[in-house]
T-cell receptor, first 109, second 113 residues
């Protein structure tokens, strides 16, 4: 079974700090990686996707991919209380997506 | 407006009473999928469909059935619900199955007592 692993948290950071969220995956053949944000009781919303090794930046968000280490991360700069949510890592496994268990992020004012 | 619509949104039912959760999308998407979400376990795929009359099992298909008779609809059927199927369920659709084209429904909270 293809697996995607995340630390469940909660990860607590002060407002304005950098939040670092990590994800590992088991299938070496995976090509596409996604980060979703999910507020409690709501559906997930896509915030970043990355296909190539290295960094991809979009506003305050940076996704990092290392296929050799089978590792994906998400950095959130200048964290805001509104960033408090669960962040889901997902991997394209050919049958839509396989998700990790999510990391709960708490940004404290 | 592009959307995935699930019904019911909230349901409390009893063990063994058959129920169906409907899912409909208005985007002419080929791919549809059902996920369940339990605390700490993320979204786990139940079934997916890549086209009409084509369905396949996901990671946790036991106790569920699906059908895809029309492109827009993908109902989830619990023939004999049990308390371990108490969960939050999401339907999703995508035109190519990729994570950056996926649309989620608003979720259906099911409680089996």
């Amino acid at each position: 079974q293809k697996e995607v692993e995340q630390n469940s948290g909660p990860l607590s950071v002060p407002e304005g700090a950098i939040a670092s969220l990590n994800c590992t995956y088991s299938d070496r053949g995976s090509q596409s990686f996604f980060w979703y944000r999910q507020y409690s009781g709501k559906s997930p919303e896509l915030i970043m996707f990355i296909y190539s090794n290295g960094d991809k930046e979009d506003g305050r968000f940076t996704a990092q991919l290392n296929k050799a280490s089978q590792y994906v991360s998400l950095l959130i700069r200048d964290s805001q209380p509104s960033d408090s949510a669960t962040y889901l890592c997902a991997v394209d496994t050919g049958n839509m997506l396989t998700f990790g268990g999510g990391t709960r992020l708490m940004v404290k004012p | 407006e592009a959307q995935v619509t699930q019904n019911p949104r909230y349901l409390i039912t009893v063990t063994g009473k058959k129920l169906t959760v409907t899912c409909s999308q208005n985007m002419n998407h080929e791919y549809m999928s059902w996920y369940r979400q339990d605390p700490g376990l993320g979204l786990r795929q139940i079934y997916y469909s890549m086209n009409v009359e084509v369905t396949d099992k996901g990671d946790v298909p036991e106790g569920y059935k699906v059908s895809r008779k029309e492109k827009r609809n993908f109902p989830l059927i619990l023939e004999s619900p049990s308390p371990n199927q108490t969960s939050l369920y999401f339907c999703a659709s995508s035109y190519d199955g990729r994570g950056n084209t996926i649309y989620f429904g608003e979720g259906s909270w099911l409680t089996v007592v």
